[in-house]
Structure formats: structure tokens, C-alpha cells
């Protein structure tokens, strides 16, 4: 049987590309579909704006940190127009710089959604029927808003790119990471910021001793953050958004934004016809390879809800092509992931949690918490956490946690050693870059613990 193309890809973000190209430059004929912008959440409503909003919002700490080493430096406040605009410019050439990848590629796109009609069969919104000898799902997630009254009334992580003026008060509800960075953001963009989290700390799942660090010099610096608390309803008075609370307290806010979870985007695509299995959250159900039940249907990134972070899904799309089109089977490494969290403090991770760690065997922990050089000059007070978790059988570092102004940086470096597999012993022969925050990671002689 003949088919349309080799591969039709239905998502046009940073895993659907990044497959499509690369079957692409195999030789393969591909199609790709995107209902809405190229480069999916991480592009266009994720990662890059985030950190962007992430450096916008450092400046006012720095900039009160010049003036203490002696720079004459006048604040006038923060201009969200002149932000915003300069945002939403990149994000077009950022789209664009990811239509000309695919086009460059001989990828042909459709900017229609696009669903399963049967096994080798894609139906476009416009009724077109496409036929392909793989079909690759790469949809991503959407933020969920809960089911309370008034819901209808808060944003998400979506919008908040797209306000047309900062708030002066903003409630975040949500532990998660996406909440904690939004938190640092509007709070150093000079936005009053109230964060509600339902549980008794922020980032489950993270390693104790950093999270708590975290949630700490987030209330430092100037967020409510309020734990064991979550809204039962809102209502709109006056233009602005009066919140209920566990406790029964009402406050009003100029703006709600709710972080609490993520969904797949995985409804209305024709799966259930094809009986290809869904989980408990709606994700697509796959096994080690990315395939689905339909021996010619594959899917990747958020909509499988693995490990829901671009590089992994980046990473399972060359998988798959390593799979399907270069008959290699590959299955995607999920072990050993390092993580940034553009939380402010910024905190990195890789491995094991001091937690899960001690679940499992003996450890030692060597941890150093102190006032980085720069920081404490200005008379500035944030701490800063190095923290290796260390087999006592094996000696190998099974985590590194690091809280600290470029947390991420030093992360990726750190988690090719843990990755490797080295020892306690290996950090420990590796010389100290002197004056440096990271050189603690390679100084710690006795265990704390």
C-alpha cells in the first residue's frame, strides 16, 4: 500500500519538530500539523517568556545591588509595555526561526489541528484525509484551572504573558514549579504577591532541605506565601476578584492565576476509535519505544505525561526516529534527568532526593549553606545551599542540589559527573575554581549527616 507520506506528525512543538526534521533530513517524506504556534508551550507560553520574565524581574535586586558597590544608579520603576513588546517580537522570530527549520527541512506543515481517522489516516479540521506509514502524537499538555465558583475568572500560565497591565495584587494558587517562578516574578516586577498552596510545603517532590531554603527566602523576599490554604470560590466585585479561602477569609485581588497542574492534550484526536489506551490523567499510554497499541501510532512529550520537561521530549522524538526510521531501537533514557527550577532563589537538581535516597540505602549527606560573596558585599542576606547525597555501599553521588543565583548553570555540569557515575572520592580530587559558590560541591570534607 502507498501512502501520502512516510510520517505525519500531529504537533508543532519542540518534539514534534524536532522528529519531524530529523526523519526529514533521513529522507523520509513528512508532514507536520499545528493547530496553533510553532514551538509549542516551551516556545511560546513556557520556558523562554518565563525566563525572560525571570531576568526582567532580577534587575530590581540588582540594581539596589549596584548601589551598593558604588554605582549611582537611578530606578524608575518597571515599563511592562516596553516588556511586553519586546517579548511578543522575539516569540514571532522564534516562531519563524521554527516554520523555516521545517520548511529547510522539506517538512510540509499544515496550520490546522489534525486527528487520528483510522491507524494510517489523519483528517484535518478542513475535512482533508492524509495518509502515513507512521503517525507520530506530539500535542503537549494545558494548564488545568480547578472546579470552584468563579474559576472562570482567574488566569493561567498561558495568559499571564498577555496582560495588558501588571497587576498591583496577584494571587497565585499552586505549589508546583510553575507557581513558584511566577511568585519570584511578579514579585520582583513590584507586584504585591500572595501565593496559596494546599499542601505543607512548596515543590513536592524536590529534594527537603532546598525546597524549605526556597519557600524561606521567597517570604525574604517580600511573597505572602500562605501553606495549608487553597480558594473555594472567587467573585467578581468592582473590577477586581474577591477570593474565599480554606478558612473562610475573603481578599481581594486585582488578579488570580491558577498553577495547579497540567493536562494532556490528548481529547477529541480519534484514539478512542482506535482503542490506543489512555491513563489516569488522560495521557497517552506508550511503551519503552514511544509506541502506542496501534503498532503504527507513536507518541512523545507532555501527552504521555513521562517527564514532562522539552529536552526529554526532544529526546524521545530522536528516539523515535532512531526506532522507526533508522532501525535502531532506542528507548528514551528517563534516569538521571538534571533539572532547573527559575524559582528566585534559583534552584538546581539532579538524582536523588536526601528523602528517597535514605528509602533506599545507607547515605551521607554533605551540605553547605552560606551567604554568597557578591550577595553578602551588597549586604544582601539570601542563602545559598550545596548539598551532595552519597551512597555509603558505593560511594557515588546519587544527588546534587544546588540553591543558589545560577542553580541551572552549575546543575548541567554537576549532572554530567552524577550521570557518569562519580564518586564522592571524584568530586572530592577535583580542584576548587576559587572564588566561586560551586567550589563547595568539591570542598566538603566531614558529612552533616
Known sequence: MSFDYDLFVIGGGSGGVRAARVAAAG????????????????????????????????????????????????SNGFDWTHFKTKLNAELDRLEGIYRNLLKNSGVESFDARA??????????????KKTAKHILIATGGRPVVPDVPGAELAITSNEIFHLETLPERIL????GYIASEFAGIMNGLGVKTTQFYRGEQILRGFDNEARELVAAEMVTAGIDLQLNENVTAMRSEGGKIVV??????????????????????????????????RGRKGEITVDAYSQTAVPSVYAIGDV???????????????????????????????????????????????????????????????????????????GRAQKVLMKLVVSKATRKVLGCHIVAPGAGEMIQLAGIAVKMGATKEDFDRTVAVHPTMSEELVTMKSPVR
Open 27 to 74: 529522507g523520509a517524506k513528512v508532514a507536520l500539523a499545528e493547530e496553533d504556534r510553532y514551538g509549542g508551550t516551551c516556545v511560546i507560553r513556557g520556558c523562554v517568556p518565563k525566563k525572560l520574565m525571570v531576568f526582567a524581574s532580577e534587575y530590581s535586586g540588582m540594581i539596589e545591588d549596584g548601589r551598593a558597590y558604588g554605582w549611582d544608579l537611578s
Open 115 to 128: 486527528k487520528l481517522a483510522d491507524a494510517h489516516t489523519v483528517e484535518l479540521a478542513d475535512g482533508t
Open 172 to 175: 497565585i494558587v499552586g505549589g
Open 244 to 277: 474565599t479561602d480554606t478558612k473562610g477569609n475573603e481578599t481581594t485581588f486585582d488578579q488570580v492565576m491558577f498553577a495547579t497542574g497540567r493536562s494532556p492534550n490528548a481529547d477529541n484526536l480519534g484514539l478512542e476509535a482506535l482503542e490506543i489506551a
Open 304 to 378: 504521555t505525561d513521562r517527564v514532562n520537561l522539552t529536552p526529554v521530549a526532544i529526546r524521545e522524538g530522536m528516539a523515535f526516529v532512531e526506532t522507526v526510521f533508522n532501525g535502531n531501537p532506542t528507548s528514551p533514557d528517563h534516569d538521571l534527568i538534571p533539572t532547573a527550577i527559575f524559582t528566585q532563589p534559583e534552584m538546581g537538581t539532579v538524582g536523588l532526593s536526601e528523602e528517597d535516597a535514605r528509602a533506599q540505602e545507607d547515605i551521607e549527606v554533605y551540605a553547605a549553606s552560606f551567604k554568597p560573596m557578591q550577595q553578602s558585599f551588597a
